[in-house]
């Protein structure tokens, strides 16, 4: 049996990776990001592949317009949300 992948933690991750080059939060060690991470995933839906194939269409897939703004709103809300109540001290 073929390994399962969920596609969207690498696009999630990519996302992450946008917004925190275009916006300031409180906090962007390792914990927060993985939390903001967490957070978007949980909300957004899964797309595994376990074959070449399923990781293409899976691909092509999730570059339409309305998953990557799908996508760019739960991260942006997962992140105000962290930013707002990180699960550690900021000091």
Request: glycine share 4%.
């Amino acid at each position: 049996m073929s390994e399962l992948k969920n596609h969207m933690e690498v696009v999630v991750r990519q996302a992450l990776e946008d917004y925190l080059s275009k916006n300031k939060i409180s906090c962007t060690c390792e914990l927060c990001q993985g939390d903001i991470m967490a957070l978007a995933l949980n909300n957004l839906p899964p797309r595994y592949y376990a074959s070449s194939q399923g990781e293409i269409l899976t691909k092509m897939k999730s570059q339409e317009a309305t998953a990557l703004v799908l996508v760019m709103g739960e991260i942006t809300r997962a992140a105000q949300l962290i930013s707002a109540s990180p699960s550690h001290p900021i000091g």
